[in-house]
């Protein structure tokens, strides 16, 4: 769990729409999302709507490359007069986080649900919470379906509260976290560090948005695991081209050197924009680091891969000759 040293950030709104106006309140948004657009440092920003089960909370995301253009966003006039357009399409006031660092990166929806948790924090006792919060990652990452976290401090002069974004790939298992006793004895001792705090869950894994990891350990694959989704993807890629193109090159008398270099860049789009896709989605039991906990995942996606490999082998195999 790591605090980045990015300057960039971000607000997460949470707001309930009034019922039975959704539609008004979509429309509103976009207006809203539109003029944002125009300010200066504006990186990107994402809608999502409220999932099955959920009170019609609708969450916003906006992100800025750093925290005086976010602000000039905030206290605009431009922002307030969007707020009081909208204020009746809205149950009750909205809620927001600000969050300052973080992965820099257009959004891309990912399975999941995301837990954003802001705490006020006692005077003084900064330290003790930060420690007790590496505490709550060693229990989480115990608990089945736990994708990662992103931890940040408060943002100087908007906001005071420390917040942390956590996921888990199902509703089920994000409650189950909630709800545990593991949970509740860890809260009593962290009621010594803050004095409050607010749980809101959202029907999305905010993917792009956070690594959900740390710093110093990046959320991606191991080495080993790329490589062999790499060959799994690769070997029929290059061995149909070789049928297809590269025949069709002999017989025109292609030189080598350029039919080779005309292969290397179908290959390597194939495998970027549709097959590697394909397969960390897939795969994407195995890939994840967050959910890689045991030795059994790591071994039944090898030999997962494994026989596939062995199946391409066999199919060329038969096919060629």
Same mark, same amino acid.
């Given at each position: 769990?790591?605090?980045?040293?990015?300057?960039?950030?971000?607000?997460?709104?949470?707001?309930?729409?009034?019922?039975?106006?959704?539609?008004?309140?979509?429309?509103?948004?976009?207006?809203?999302? =539109?003029?944002?657009?125009?300010?200066?440092?504006?990186?990107?920003?994402?809608?999502?709507?409220?999932?099955?089960?959920?009170?019609?909370?609708?969450?916003?995301?906006?992100?800025?490359?750093?925290?005086?253009?976010? /602000?000039?966003? $905030?206290?605009?006039?431009?922002?307030?007069?969007?707020?009081?357009?909208?204020?009746?399409?809205?149950?009750?006031?909205? @809620?927001?986080?600000?969050?300052?660092?973080?992965?820099?990166?257009?959004?891309?929806?990912?399975?999941?649900?995301?837990?954003?948790?802001?705490?006020?924090?006692?005077?003084?006792?900064?330290?003790?919470?930060?420690?007790?919060?590496?505490?709550?990652?060693?229990? *989480?990452?115990?608990?089945?379906?736990?994708?990662?976290?992103?931890?940040?401090?408060?943002?100087?002069?908007? *906001?005071?509260?420390?917040?942390?974004?956590?996921?888990?790939? #199902?509703?089920?298992?994000?409650?189950?976290?909630?709800?545990?006793?593991?949970?509740?004895?860890?809260?009593?001792?962290? =009621?010594?560090?803050?004095?409050?705090?607010?749980? =809101?869950?959202?029907?999305?894994?905010?993917?792009?948005?956070?690594?959900?990891?740390?710093?110093?350990?990046?959320?991606?694959?191991?080495?080993?695991? *790329?490589?062999?989704?790499?060959?799994?993807? $690769?070997?029929? /890629?290059?061995?149909?081209?070789? $049928?297809?193109?590269?025949?069709?090159?002999?017989? $025109?008398?292609?030189?080598?050197?350029?039919?080779?270099?005309?292969?290397?860049?179908?290959?390597?789009?194939?495998? #970027?924009?549709?097959?590697?896709?394909?397969?960390?989605?897939?795969?994407?039991?195995?890939?994840?680091?967050?959910? @890689?906990? #045991?030795?059994?995942?790591?071994?039944?996606?090898?030999?997962?891969?494994?026989?596939?490999?062995?199946?391409?082998?066999?199919?060329?195999?038969? /096919? @060629?000759?």
């Amino acid at each position: 769990m790591g605090i980045r040293a990015s300057g960039s950030a971000t607000v997460v709104t949470s707001q309930k729409v009034r019922e039975g106006l959704d539609e008004e309140y979509d429309r509103w948004q976009g207006k809203v999302n =539109r003029v944002v657009r125009d300010f200066d440092g504006f990186e990107a920003t994402e809608t999502y709507p409220p999932g099955s089960g959920e009170e019609r909370e609708w969450v916003v995301v906006f992100r800025f490359a750093g925290a005086d253009q976010l /602000t000039a966003w $905030l206290e605009s006039t431009a922002r307030r007069e969007l707020l009081a357009e909208g204020r009746g399409l809205l149950d009750g006031t909205p @809620t927001q986080e600000v969050l300052a660092g973080g992965h820099v990166e257009v959004p891309d929806r990912v399975e999941g649900v995301t837990a954003v948790v802001s705490h006020d924090v006692r005077p003084g006792r900064e330290e003790d919470f930060v420690r007790w919060q590496k505490k709550i990652l060693r229990e *989480q990452e115990k608990y089945p379906g736990f994708m990662g976290t992103e931890f940040f401090r408060p943002v100087d002069g908007i *906001q005071d509260r420390w917040v942390v974004v956590f996921r888990y790939d #199902t509703h089920e298992h994000l409650d189950a976290w909630l709800d545990s006793s593991s949970r509740e004895h860890l809260l009593e001792e962290g =009621r010594n560090y803050f004095a409050s705090y607010d749980v =809101r869950k959202v029907g999305t894994a905010f993917g792009g948005w956070f690594r959900f990891g740390s710093a110093e350990e990046e959320q991606v694959p191991s080495n080993w695991k *790329q490589a062999m989704t790499v060959v799994l993807a $690769l070997y029929p /890629t290059v061995m149909v081209l070789n $049928l297809t193109v590269g025949h069709e090159f002999d017989v $025109l008398g292609v030189p080598g050197y350029f039919g080779l270099f005309f292969g290397n860049i179908l290959s390597v789009s194939i495998l #970027t924009w549709v097959l590697m896709p394909l397969v960390n989605r897939v795969l994407a039991f195995w890939l994840r680091p967050g959910r @890689t906990r #045991t030795v059994r995942v790591d071994v039944a996606g090898a030999a997962l891969v494994a026989l596939c490999w062995a199946l391409t082998v066999l199919v060329f195999a038969l /096919t @060629t000759g």
